[in-house]
Every structure is written in C-alpha cells, then in structure tokens.
C-alpha cells in the first residue's frame, strides 16, 4: 500500500472516530432521543412519537453518560424540575428501564389523590372539563373524558380520565422525601406511576435518575399497518405532530 494510500485511509477512520466522539457529546451533555412505547402519557404523547430531551435541564448524573458508569453520584449542576415538567427519567426498580412522566410533586411536598382529584400540599388542584378524546387501552381504543389541570405555579397541561372511581383515584397522603420527586403519567387511569410504591409501580423518583426534560416532538407515526406495505408509511405519519413542543 502507497503512502498516500495509507494516509487516505488514516484520515478517513480519523474522520470517523472524530464524528462518533462528537454524536456521543451531543449525547451526552445536549439532547438524547426516545420514543414513546405506551399510552401512559396520552393526550400529551402518543404512542410513536419520536422526541428530544435535553440533558442539561437538571445538571449531570451517571446517568448521563452512555453504559450509565457507575464513576460518581448525585448530579453536577443539578437543579431541581419545575413542577409540570415532562421528564425521563431510569426506572428506579430497574436503572436499564427509561421512564417517561410527569413530575408532579418536588421534595417536601404532599400529593395526594382524593375521588378521582389531585391535591397538593392539601390544596385541590383545578381541573376544567375539556370534552372527551380516544386512547388505546391494551390495543382497544376507548372513549376518555379529557380535562385542563392547573398545577399550583400556572402549568397547565391535559390528562385524560375514565372516572373518578379508579384504582388509583384514591390514595395516601404521600410525602415527596428530599432528594426525590413524584411524577404521574397523563393518562391518569392507565399509569404505572410513583402513585405506585411497591410492584410494578414507579414510587419516589431519586433526583439522580433523571435524565432530563422531554423538549419537542420530532417525529411521530401511527404504524397500525404490516411493516411491508410500505405505500401505506406516509399515510401513518402524524404530520401534524412534527417538530412540536411538549407542554
């Protein structure tokens, strides 16, 4: 092999790490990608929907970092969420798990859930009907009622229910620890959130495990099609959710 030859190809795998090195900053330390596999968080996010979450909101965890590497605790620059933030966060039973929720309650706070309504701090937040909308429920897509709730600081977001008789629509007084958060999906029936403390439940969030805040939409599709009827893909494009922000 020539010279040149060798030099050519140095350069190319040069160029190559070099671009690899800069896709896992941009990882690191800006934006990282998900999707949405569930209807946890409907009407806000649907399942499909591809978004951006920034990982400099709320500092730096191990978590952070690809492989999460167990070099250092706790979190630099951290800052605690704002309350109504759309958070990733590692599932806290399972750190390989990416969870996707609400953050609801902040460290001190009482949350509480009372026939079907919030309350924080014990003060019940205000929810306005807002007609109804369609959610899948185990591949079947049922009615809901939809309402605008009004967190404490003025957030204002959707959730969807379908009464104010279920499972989880009464619960403890539950009191956020420091150091840990309380997040609850949108789709307050059909949740597995920190409503939950033990099983399949979510419970306290620890500060360390969040990854950051979901940003925007950048993608979303509907595939209710076989995989091979490819003349059906740009009719299963949500366009209208493209580059969207998330409230």
């Known amino acids: 092999m020539s010279t040149r030859s060798t030099g050519t190809l140095l350069e190319n ?8 090195l800069i896709a896992i900053g941009i990882r690191t330390i800006a934006f990282e990608p998900f999707n949405i ?4 968080m409907v009407p806000t996010l649907l399942i499909g929907d ?11 965890s191990k978590y952070s970092l690809p492989l999460s590497p167990n070099i250092f605790s706790g979190r630099i620059f951290g800052k605690l969420p704002t309350r109504g933030d759309v958070a990733v966060f590692k599932y806290p039973r399972d750190p390989s798990i990416d969870y996707i929720k609400r953050i609801i309650g902040l460290p001190g706070d009482h949350v509480q859930m009372k026939a079907g309504q919030l309350y924080i701090n014990g003060t019940q937040v205000q929810r306005t009907p807002d007609g109804d909308g369609i959610a ?25 229910k379908i009464s104010d008789h279920e499972q989880l629509d009464d619960t403890p007084d539950y009191l956020v620890p420091e150091g840990y958060v309380f997040a609850m999906g949108d789709n307050r029936d059909n949740s597995a959130d920190s409503r939950i403390m033990n099983g399949s439940g979510v419970g306290f969030i620890p500060l360390e495990n969040l990854v950051g805040r979901a940003e925007f939409v950048f993608f979303s599709i509907d ?3 076989p995989w091979w009827q490819f003349w059906e893909w740009p009719f299963e ?8 922000g998330i409230n």
Request: aromatic residues 16%; charged residues 20%.
């Open 13 to 20: 795998v040069k160029t190559v790490v070099y671009a690899g």
């Open 37 to 40: 596999p569930s209807a946890s």
């Open 50 to 60: 591809y978004l951006f979450v920034s990982k400099y909101s709320y500092g730096y």
């Open 136 to 160: 899948d429920s185990e591949g079947v897509r049922v009615m809901l009622k939809r309402y605008i709730e009004t967190l404490p600081n003025g957030k204002k977001h959707p959730i969807f």
């Open 223 to 225: 595939a209710t099609s």
């Open 237 to 244: 494009i949500r366009w209208s959710r493209l580059i969207s």
